[in-house]
């Protein structure tokens, strides 16, 4: 049977089809901050220690999407003061969230974006707090900086389609150490979804699609993981697939449970490319450097000769 690419009713429908009783719902704890039992499975090589959310500092000028509340609480700091990320009294992150569905304004006439910041969309207010979370995290703990640390977020491709296949995707967000994000460099793909997760919804169709696009333009790789923010983008739920199905993490509330919601990022972030399902017995390099041209002469080197039979 052949399907077109652009048929993307179709692909879903498929999709759905091959993965019916292939993917397992993990229950939710009566522990709201319980990563649920696979998270700590996969995450088990990082083992650095995490720092706690409510000692996390920023630059009040790095706090890029403010709203009346949040000035107000700072009304007597500088710009360049060092402010808490995250406001334990009010189980609120310093740092301005979508709530809404991308097509309303509601928010913005509350929210006030840092001069010289422009309104920016629901992903891209993700893309940039997500990447204000690690450098935070990794100003605290200096062991979080490691050869592997070298991955950000980015929104490039919410509007425009990944290249590298003839499935056309637009994951909201991607994590990748490649300036321009590919199928075949992405880490990890991130959907933000306004209403509540249900399995059958479109938004969970599109990341079965991205985890094959992931897992076929990577071969080398054990598993895939798509984080899902649902709930008005106030729940994360972890999505692994591997080559035989997937799971469904119980879900977390980012701005209630921080400290949890920390332990997923960390590890995906920082982490070993192990944590985030790459093979750990083979080594990838971001470059290879060509042989020398025909002819060049490399000191210390000595070609073998033929010995006579």
Not at 53 to 69: E, N, R
Not at 80 to 105: C, F, G
Not at 146 to 152: E, K, Q
Not at 191 to 200: F, G
Request: hydrophobic letters at 40%; a neutral charge.
């Amino acid at each position: 049977m052949s399907i077109p690419v652009n048929d993307v009713a179709t692909l879903n429908k498929m999709t759905t089809i091959e993965l019916d009783c292939l993917v397992t719902t993990e229950p939710q704890s009566l522990a709201n901050c319980s990563l649920g039992h696979l998270l700590p499975l996969i995450f088990k090589p990082f083992t650095v220690n995490v720092p706690r959310a409510h000692t996390l500092q920023i630059k009040l000028s790095k706090i890029l999407h403010c709203d009346t509340w949040i000035n107000t609480i700072f009304s007597q700091n500088s710009p360049d003061d060092i402010v808490p990320l995250y406001n334990t009294q009010a189980r609120l992150w310093n740092w301005v969230l979508p709530t809404t569905p991308p097509q309303s304004s509601a928010n913005s006439d509350d929210t006030h974006p840092q001069p010289g910041v422009g309104r920016s969309t629901h992903e891209e207010i993700f893309m940039l707090f997500l990447n204000a979370l690690g450098t935070a995290m990794a100003e605290l703990e200096e062991k979080l900086i490691m050869p592997s640390a070298t991955r950000t977020w980015s929104a490039s491709n919410s509007m425009v389609a990944v290249s590298g296949s003839d499935i056309k995707r637009k994951p909201d967000l991607v994590l990748s150490d490649d300036i321009k994000p590919k199928w075949g460099n992405i880490c990890i793909c991130t959907e933000l979804t306004y209403s509540q997760y249900k399995p059958a919804q479109q938004i969970v169709k599109a990341t079965d699609t991205q985890a094959f696009l992931l897992l076929s333009n990577q071969p080398w790789r054990c598993f895939t993981l798509v984080l899902s923010f649902t709930h008005q983008y106030c729940k994360l739920r972890v999505l692994l697939y591997d080559h035989s199905g997937g799971v469904v993490t119980p879900s977390i509330k980012i701005q209630q449970n921080p400290d949890a919601f920390i332990q997923i990022i960390a590890p995906v972030v920082f982490g070993s490319p192990e944590c985030i399902g790459y093979d750990s017995t083979v080594t990838f390099w971001k470059s290879v450097p060509l042989p020398p041209p025909p002819g060049t002469d490399i000191p210390g080197y000595h070609p073998f000769k033929n010995l006579p039979a």
